[in-house]
Structures are given as C-alpha cells and as structure tokens.
C-alpha cells in the first residue's frame, strides 16, 4: 500500500506565496516520477507540475510558468510546489499524485498509479 500525504494549502490572498509537501510512504513505488495536478470546481482535474525522480527534470504547465516551482527531498520522499505570485485562478484542490507509468505523458492524470486525498488552495482577491 502507498500513502501520499499532502499538507500547506490555505487561504492567500492574491499575490501570495504558499509551500505544498507530499510525503509518500509504504511499499516501494516505480519512482519515475512525481507530480501536482489541480482541479477546481466544476472542471476537470489538470496538470501543475511534475519532477522526474532521477536527474530532477521538471515540467509545467503554462499557466503556471514562472510562479510555481517543484522540488524533491529524495532521502524523505517528498515532494514540495512552492507557488508565489498566486492568483484568484489558482483557487483549486491541489493533489499529489506519483509512480508514473510513462515519462512521455507526465502531463496525463490516468498515467499515475496513486494519488493523495487533496489539499484546498484558496486566492482571494
């Protein structure tokens, strides 16, 4: 069994800076992967960011460009999204998922094996 456990959304307000962590724990998992996806009401779940375990590459989407950041701690197996300059549009759940099937499609939430239970990200404006 694999746990993913997320903790650090909030309340913000535009302009702000918030820290997310998954920590993953249980059985070993495919690490090729780890990433963030979002889903806000009323829409469909979409891809943040996600971080190749081995070398560190990451991706993002463009949305979020240039605010976001995504990082690893290898030794805790946990992975962090520093987000700053957020915005009203970046209200969503925010969840973590990992043990991705297929680097060419990080972006796909059905190529993750396992997701966390989400963690509320709330931008006034």
Not at 59 to 74: C, E, L, Q
């Amino acid at each position: 069994q694999v746990q993913l456990v997320e903790s650090g959304g909030g309340l913000v307000q535009a302009g702000g800076s918030l820290r997310l962590s998954c920590a993953a724990s249980g059985r070993a998992i495919s690490r090729l992967a780890m990433g963030w996806f979002r889903q806000a009401p009323e829409k469909e779940r979409e891809f943040v960011a996600t971080i190749m375990w081995l070398g560190g590459t990451t991706y993002y989407a463009d949305s979020v460009k240039g605010r976001f950041t995504i990082s690893r701690d290898n030794a805790k197996n946990t992975v962090y999204l520093q987000m700053n300059s957020l915005r009203p549009e970046d209200t969503a759940v925010y969840y973590c998922a990992a043990d991705l099937l297929s680097r060419s499609y990080y972006y796909a939430p059905d190529k993750y094996n396992y997701w966390g239970q989400g963690t509320q990200v709330t931008v006034s404006s």
